[in-house]
């Protein structure tokens, strides 16, 4: 029998106090995602655990599993949100995560990561993944390799 999993992925950009309209942003991407008919959300960029539980609460009702992947000093900004029970977590620390004397990438200090759920649709153990990486520009940024 096959199955059909619709996944949405976004990066949030919510930075609190940085990013420009944090609150309506979230407000927006709840509306959305308890219109849309996604399965499964992967969110970025989700700092801060006042926004997931902002989201958590906005959508109980159509996606009422989720989870928050807390790593680093403010946390990894992964979430996920699922119409469909979350039966395991996991979190993997990235060893490459920027630099603390550059504290205005805020790479290092958020602790990248990536996050892995286990859903039972159908019989079917599946196991999503949801990541946010640093990025990597030799120009702007310092070699990393």
Known sequence: M??????????CWGIRYLSKHCAQRYAMIGDL???EQHDVALLQE???EKDF?????????????????KSGFFGSGLAVFSKHRIHDAFLYK???NGY???AHHGDWFGGKAVGKVLLNISGLAI?????HVSPFN???SPRFF
């Not at 096959?2 to 990066?11: A, D, E, G, Q, T």
């Not at 196991?127 to 990541?131: A, G, K, L, P, S």
């Open 127 to 131: 196991h999503v993944f949801v990541t």
């Open 138 to 140: 030799p120009c702007v």
């Open 94 to 96: 990235y060893t490459l």
């Open 2 to 11: 096959p199955v059909r999993l619709h996944i949405f992925s976004l990066n």
């Open 46 to 48: 989700v700092w801060s």
């Open 33 to 35: 995602l308890s219109k």
């Open 100 to 102: 603390p004397y550059m």
């Open 53 to 69: 539980h902002f989201l958590k609460k906005k959508l109980g009702v159509t996606h009422p599993y989720s989870h928050y992947f």
